[in-house]
């Protein structure tokens, strides 16, 4: 069908859902497929529907969304808890190191769900509820993770208050190559 007032004449054409991206099925990723959309402009598609997915390994989730979402390439992967991925009802690590470790823990099974590592994050946003007492202990093990490479950008900001009164919680943005 022609898309109306489009320049250059596109059309939106449907796209076949797709299940798993490159290997994400051996991690145990679900994911629920939205009738997908591509607009081709000039014989490339340049946009599609999000696509969201649950990755079996990951923690369950403290509220209801899904662990990643997904469109274009870019994926964006739910801020986590430090929350025991095989005991949701754990205690959480004491101390905001432990803490930023399970974090960024969780979140290393999320891309591994996905068929991606850290080496696929561009953007990485921080929230800490005790900024001044905890900033440099989080970037100690925060750093860890990511040095040597390039880092990715970054934003860190203070909060009054978390999920389960975690002291962390980090979200990423990853692009698929």
């Known amino acids: 069908m022609r898309a109306a007032g489009r320049p250059g004449g596109g059309e ?5 859902a797709r299940s798993e991206h490159g290997g994400g099925a051996l ?6 497929a939205v009738q997908r959309f591509c607009f081709r402009y000039q014989g490339a598609c340049v946009s599609q529907q999000p696509k969201f997915t649950m990755v079996d390994a990951a923690p369950t989730p403290v509220g ?7 469109a274009d390439g870019w994926v964006f992967l739910t801020g986590q808890m430090p929350t025991d991925p095989a005991d949701d009802s754990a205690p959480l690590p004491e ?4 803490q930023t470790r399970r974090v960024m823990d969780n979140l290393i099974l999320v891309l591994g769900g996905l068929g991606l590592t850290l080496d696929n994050v561009v953007s990485v ?3 800490l509820t ?3 007492r905890d900033y440099e202990a989080m970037n100690a093990v925060y750093k860890s993770y990511f040095l040597p490479k390039p880092l990715p950008a970054r934003t860190c900001v203070g909060v ?3 999920a389960r009164d975690a002291l962390v919680e980090i979200d990423f943005v ?3 190559p």
Do not use: N, Q
């Open 12 to 16: 939106l054409l449907p796209r076949p």
């Open 27 to 32: 991690f145990g990723a679900l994911t629920f």
């Open 64 to 70: 209801p969304f899904s662990h990643a979402a997904e």
């Open 95 to 98: 101390g905001v190191a432990a």
């Open 125 to 127: 946003r921080i929230f």
């Open 130 to 132: 005790e900024f001044k």
């Open 160 to 162: 009054t208050g978390l």
């Open 174 to 176: 990853a692009r698929r």
